[in-house]
């Protein structure tokens, strides 16, 4: 198995029928250009799913799929059990939202914004918005354009949670962020998720950032999902395996030794062999180090940042606009 | 509706900049008679003057600002996200945005009009200025609306970056040019109809202008609605609704227009008929689904020949009943036509059209004869082979196999031409008459040799007194003048226009005819009675017929026989009676309870000139025996046998 196919299994079809957010077989094409293809999986209630992406995988699409803003091409995207594209007003009362853009209207102040939306949600806690806005220190009569990037990212955190909402969708929120606004708004997230254990559906590039919090990773490859699994699984299948080879001539090749691995990524370094692989167990490494001509090999854990990267591909683009 | 509402309220809140702005606007009308130092009834004018220059202004203004930024400013900046990733349904967003702009364009009017509506109790001077009421201002705020969704639709389609905008124009074309076609195959057939309307022109531009706001309203929802947050979505949608709407609303107007112009001859509703010549075939001019029509019939054999309704100006049968002409209006119209059209009847140049009545089944031809707008009357020359062309002082003859204008007459003088016939194919016959009626009168008999290409008067006839009948005899030899005034008849030779004769009437003058044998008939009557005196071609009295205590109120063409058929009324109720005079054994025989002769004012040649005994001598009116006096059907009755058809039953 190699990072070009899906290496977890996919969820159930049983187990995601009332999923808050799910897609199938979903397909956004742009004249020619394919954004995303044949996509599928679902986002269980209560956890928090990590969609990962490179700049251009399809990601925003994606996310506009599932918010009802897109039609795709083919597939479906669902919140709750329905079609998000017929019911989409209906829907998204329990639905917060941040956009990978703040669009709030530049002319509104932070109060207006929650005035406004007070009319349209059944549930708007008007309260929450200018205690999380106080805490933020953004200040809640200066008009949307006219506040930092930052601030008006926290300013749609604080909308996007008043509607105390079962699903949240958070478009890359992070994006263009300094690091303090970055930790702010994830740890203003974190603290609510501990409150009320609202399911989340999110994709950043932010990765350390959201290691502690997923609970279930898909990964966008090219428009299509090369994995989706959930987090600790993963983490414990995945290992970066060092080791120099005795057996080959020029020691710095390698042989055939890990064939008994799912490497996704082999790297000769001076010092020896460097792989990542997918279907790490103990009793596999035991043997592995009985091999002839496998010397001090050390296993280590991956972060989800360096799963990414071994899947992925490439180092991924940080604090980049993604182009929709 | 919460959402709906919302949406408004955002709407009018981002843009309440416009508010004030009106506000202080409507302090204008106010300042302007005091800076111009005016007084007296002249304030109120120019307040209200300037009020209302000012609120169309703002309004038009307003109405395209709204319309270029409702959706386009938010699409292109990609904050339609704002409002698709809440609870607002597509509808509520599409119906908020457009009523709060349409409520702002609102206040854009009535505000700057408020301080002048406070200060003159109202606007006394609105009808000098707009030419109507207030309906005017409310007709001028929906056009501004629609001006809004125009402005709307073009900012999407420039704006969306999308390549489809190039079709724009191209579809636009289309569309107008459709439209344009549509216009030229439909509304002549309306045209008579809409005569009949108070203001056509500008009801057409309503209409127009309502159905373009139906559609735009409709394009603009499904581009919201079906396009979101993308703005070539957006767009595409847009494109795909408008053009498809229009172009189907026009598609719809064709197969409109040619169930219009296909109705069976049973579905048209008759008013009027007129004998096409002697050989019977008649024009029948109807309603038939909602439109004008107009149809040349054959009485024999049923077969018809539709005329483009309202496109046709004027008719003429040659005088041997072989063809039939008809000068038509060219497609190719000018747009101004339109509103001349609804007012004045069509106006241009004229296709010629030619038919054989000799022949059923043959369609006619187009001529190349073209005729100006200026003419006025055309004569068909026997065998339909040439054309004569009446102008007010001119006569045109066409070739009209070649299309050639082989000769052009001028008469001069304060007269006009009144009548003109080919005696010959080589020859014309022309009547000149005064242009107004005055205490004297004046004929001129020319005539019009061809092939020499000369013209020469051949008598001139001067008269005094008042209202006159003029009866001419089916060989055009001689004319029954009819002086209603003195209460005479004059029997004069109709190329030299010399008196032959001059007879007294016996009582009020009904109607009159030369007959075959050259003798004259003349139907009068009084209060008590009506009867016929009949008179030798010298004006020498031959004897009377009494036609008993009953209006004469009509005279039909003379019979092989020398019978003439006369429809008589009661003196005091509505009972019709077709009687048979006799000039021959002078006497008097009843021929049907429920005919009357086809009157004369409908037919294209007079009775007077349709020979003795010919088809269209045969053709009645048929009434309900008993019932409506008006005419049911038409009806095919031979004096001489008695033979009686139905031809057409659903007059």
Known sequence: MTGETAVSQATGRSASDAAPAEVRGLTVRYGRAVACESVSFAVPAGGVYVLLGRNGAGKSSLVRCLLGEQKPQDGEARLFGESSWKHRARLLARVGVVPEEPDAPPAMTALQISNFCRRLYPAWDAESVTRRLARFGVPVKTPFGRLSKGQKGQVLLAMALAPSPDLLVLDDPTLGLDVVARRAFWEELVEDLADRGTTIFVTTHDLAAVEGIATRVGILKGGRLALDEDVEPLKSRFRRIRYANRMTETRTEYGNELDAFDAVKVQVRGWGIDAVVSDWTDEKFARFRQIDGVEGAEADALTLEEIFVAVAGEEPAKAEGEKR | ?651
């Not at chain 2, 064709?254 to 001859?265: A, E, G, N």
């Open chain 2, 1 to 651: 509706m919460k959402a709906l509402l919302a949406v408004a309220r955002r709407e009018i809140g981002e843009r309440r900049f416009v508010l004030v702005a009106a506000a202080v606007a409507s302090v204008i009308p106010i300042l302007v008679p005091i800076v111009r130092q005016l007084s007296g009834d002249a304030v109120p004018i120019a307040r209200e003057m300037t009020a209302l220059i000012l609120a169309g202004t703002f309004g038009a203004g307003l109405a395209v600002a709204l319309g270029v930024s409702l959706f386009t400013a938010e699409l292109v900046s990609r904050r339609m996200g704002f409002y698709f990733s809440k609870p607002i349904s597509a509808g509520a967003l599409w119906a908020g945005k457009f009523l709060g702009a349409g409520f702002l364009v609102v206040a854009g009017i009535v505000i700057p009009l408020l301080p002048t509506l406070a200060l003159g109790r109202g606007l006394p001077h609105l009808r000098d200025f707009s030419g109507g009421s207030w309906s005017a201002i409310v007709t001028a705020g929906a056009e501004l609306l629609v001006l809004m969704l125009v402005s709307h639709a073009c900012a999407i389609a420039i704006r969306s970056q999308s390549r489809l905008a190039l079709f724009e124009l191209l579809a636009g074309a289309a569309v107008v040019l459709g439209a344009w076609a549509l216009f030229l195959r439909l509304i002549p057939v309306w045209m008579i109809l809409l005569r009949g309307v108070a203001d056509p022109a500008g009801r057409l531009v309503v209409y127009t202008t309502g159905v373009l706001a139906v559609v735009l309203l409709l394009a603009s929802y499904r581009a919201i609605a079906g396009g979101r947050t993308a703005p070539r979505i957006v767009h595409r949608r847009q494109f795909q609704t408008i053009w498809s709407a229009l172009g189907g609303t026009i598609a719809l107007g064709f197969l409109y227009s040619t169930w219009v112009l296909s109705t069976p001859l049973a579905a048209v509703n008759i008013l009027s008929i007129r004998a096409a010549g002697p050989s019977g075939w008649v024009w029948l001019e109807g309603i038939g689904r909602g439109a004008w029509d107009s149809i040349l019939f054959d009485t024999r054999s049923g077969a018809f020949e539709r005329l483009p309704a309202g496109r046709v100006k004027m008719t003429a049968v040659s005088q041997d009943g072989s063809s039939a002409a008809w000068a038509e209006l060219s497609r190719a119209v000018n747009p101004s036509w339109i509103f001349r059209m609804v007012s004045n009847g069509p106006t241009g140049a004229m296709l010629v059209k030619l038919r054989s009545l000799d022949r059923r089944s043959a369609p006619a031809v187009e001529t190349k004869a073209v005729l100006p707008a200026s003419v006025y009357s055309i004569a068909l020359s026997p065998g339909g082979t040439k054309l004569a062309a009446i102008e007010q002082q001119r006569l045109s003859v066409f070739d009209l196999k070649s299309g050639r204008l082989t000769g052009a007459f001028h008469f001069s003088g304060d007269q006009s031409i009144s009548d003109a016939w080919f005696e010959t194919a080589d020859r014309i016959r022309v009547f000149e008459r005064d242009t107004v009626e005055g205490p004297s009168w004046s004929l001129g008999s020319f005539e019009i040799d061809l092939a020499a290409r000369s013209l020469a008067g051949t008598g001139r006839l001067t008269l005094r007194g008042g209202s006159r009948r003029m009866i001419r005899s089916a060989s055009k030899d001689h004319l029954l003048i009819a002086d209603l005034v003195l209460g005479v008849v004059r029997v004069v030779d109709s190329r030299t226009l010399a008196v032959r004769s001059t007879i007294s009437l016996s009582g009020q003058f009904i109607d009159g005819a030369i007959r075959s044998d050259g003798g004259i008939l003349l139907l009068c009557e009084n209060d008590a009675q009506s009867w016929a005196d009949l008179y030798s071609s010298a004006g020498a009295t031959e004897g009377r017929i009494l036609l008993g205590q009953r209006h004469a109120t009509r005279l039909g063409v003379e019979s092989s026989t020398g019978l003439f058929p006369v429809s008589l009324r009661g003196l005091a109720q509505e009972e019709r009676t077709l009687v048979l005079i006799d000039s021959h054994s002078r006497s008097l025989r009843l021929a049907s309870q429920d005919l009357i002769p086809l009157p004369a004012s409908w037919l294209e040649i007079d009775p007077d000139d349709l020979p003795a005994g010919c088809e269209a001598s045969k053709l009645f009116f048929g009434l309900v025996p008993g019932g409506s006096p008006l005419p049911a059907s038409l009806v095919r009755f031979d004096p001489d046998t008695g033979e009686k058809r139905v031809v057409l039953g659903h007059l």
